[in-house]
């Protein structure tokens, strides 16, 4: 399940380590210190979820060792280091070991921001998707994976199953955190190139030279057979589709052109950023856009399908009570109007973080779900929205959470639900077909 990103910053010097780590708090991340990269070592293992800064110069072990050292642990961990100031073959020599990039000493903050910003992005969209490949070889399970009976959520599943088996290239568009990626996996998973390569690269995770050189090739003295070539007859995702520069537009057009109709490759794009209202098809050129859109999936933010809120957070809590091995918190009636009342900038992602803290929360047994998303929305610098919804929505989410959770807690056995609710079974069975909830999906 998604976490919190850290970054664990690793410099002998207590000064350096302290300002870096105040800055990057200050800036909203959530930050560790180590005082040497053996002690850093015992911390980070594979799948680690955040990302490395480190000095270069430290006594014991130094930072291109524990470099080594870290892409052997997890290739894919971005490990950003500081050089000193015009320490060009040093900057030049992490890199070809595989850094994700360089700051020289004394740096800007802002560009270390930035740095940290984009790295943590990759990582996450880097363990999103390792997560999710653990799952590709059954299509069903990930189909299993999308809570929600929104009218939008039961056309999104008809659409996946649709254009799983279609053969256009496909565009996936929507607010970070609505299920992107978990969409880019399950229409691979259901469709005819299930068994075949699953191939992910993010477009905004590499200069462009570089890009372009894992995408299209040529190959270089490290070996690796260009993306295209290794997704042949399977499906590739271009995440941050967005960031492709013109020049390697042209080429990926080239490359789809070239494939034919129907084409061997399937290309997944998906397109991660919003910033200033610019969308995807201001960012690609028209021709290209246009190939890549044949197909299109627009994932709605979760703040407009209410109805899946109170849905996701009871299934949600309800894993994490498991994985905690305690009980799954109650919502009271004036939770359930707030969670429906929050904004989620951070959609499915965010809406799991808070479960998992409304759970630990209650095996504690202190804070509120309302504490937590007053929080929540202080970080993202954003308010309740106070935007009103109909009274009969607010009644009818909480109605329908409860019974919900009531037959999974009795496994589907009417009559105790009838008797905890105090509803007579004619009622209760009208309620249930109204919100379409069927009895065998409990037992
Ligand atoms: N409808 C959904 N039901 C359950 N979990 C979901 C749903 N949509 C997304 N998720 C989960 O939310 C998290 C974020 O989804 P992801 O696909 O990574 O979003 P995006 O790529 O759009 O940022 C993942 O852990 C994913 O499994
Ligand atoms: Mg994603």
């Not at 950023?273 to 859109?293: F, I, N, S, W």
């Not at 709605?300 to 996701?312: F, K, N, T, Y």
């Not at 359930?336 to 499915?348: E, K």
Request: proline content about 5%; aromatic content about 4%.
């Amino acid at each position: 399940m998604a976490r919190m990103m850290k970054i664990a910053i690793v410099d002998d010097e207590q000064d350096m380590r302290q300002s870096i780590s105040q800055w990057l708090a200050l800036s909203g991340f959530d930050t560790e210190t180590y005082p040497s990269a053996e002690e850093a070592l015992k911390a980070i293992g594979p799948d680690w979820p955040g990302v490395v800064v480190s000095d270069i110069k430290m006594p014991g072990m130094d930072g291109m060792a524990f470099l080594k050292r870290l892409m052997s642990v997890d290739s894919g961990l971005p490990v950003i280091m500081i050089t000193g100031h015009g320490d060009v073959p040093m900057a030049v020599e992490a890199m070809r070991v595989g850094a994700y990039d360089f700051l020289e000493k004394p740096f800007n903050p802002d560009r270390m921001t930035e740095l940290a910003k984009r790295a943590t992005q990759a990582r996450r969209m880097t363990l999103d998707n390792r997560a999710l490949r653990r799952e590709l070889a059954d299509g069903s399970t990930l189909m299993k994976k999308l809570i929600g009976n929104s009218p939008a959520m039961e056309r999104l599943r008809e659409d996946i199953l649709d254009l799983g088996q279609a053969d256009g290239h496909v565009l996936i568009d929507g607010e970070t955190g609505t299920g992107k990626t978990l969409v880019a996996h399950a229409l691979h998973a259901v469709g005819p190139r299930a068994g075949k390569k699953f191939v992910v690269v993010s477009c905004a995770a590499y200069a462009e030279d570089m890009l372009g050189k894992r995408l299209f090739g040529p190959m270089d003295e490290g070996g690796q057979i260009p993306l295209v070539e290794e997704a042949r007859g399977g499906t590739l995702v271009l995440e941050d589709v967005e960031a492709l520069s013109h020049p390697l537009q042209s080429r990926l057009l080239t490359f789809i052109n070239d494939q034919g109709t129907p084409a061997e490759t399937r290309i997944i794009a998906i397109c991660n950023d919003h910033e200033q209202g610019r969308t995807v098809e201001d960012a690609l050129r028209p021709d290209l856009y246009y190939r890549l859109a044949a197909l299109k999936i627009m994932l709605p933010p979760l703040r407009s399908r209410g109805e899946d809120i109170l849905v996701l957070f009871t299934r949600l809590s309800e894993q994490f009570s498991e994985e905690y091995g305690c009980d799954a918190p109650q919502v009271t009636a004036q939770e359930a109007a707030q969670l429906l009342q929050a904004p989620w900038p951070g959609n499915v992602r965010q809406l799991i973080n808070v479960a998992e803290r409304a759970v630990l929360q209650n095996r504690r047994g202190t804070g509120s779900i309302a504490s937590l998303l007053m929080s929540e929305n202080e970080d993202a610098g954003q308010t309740m929205t106070t935007e009103g919804k109909p009274l009969k929505e607010y009644v009818e989410s909480f109605e329908k959470m409860l019974i919900d959770n009531t037959m999974r807690r009795h496994r589907g056995s009417i009559t105790a639900v009838m008797e905890e609710l105090c509803l007579p079974r004619r009622t209760l069975n009208e309620k249930m077909a109204k919100y379409g909830l069927q009895r065998q999906d409990y037992l």
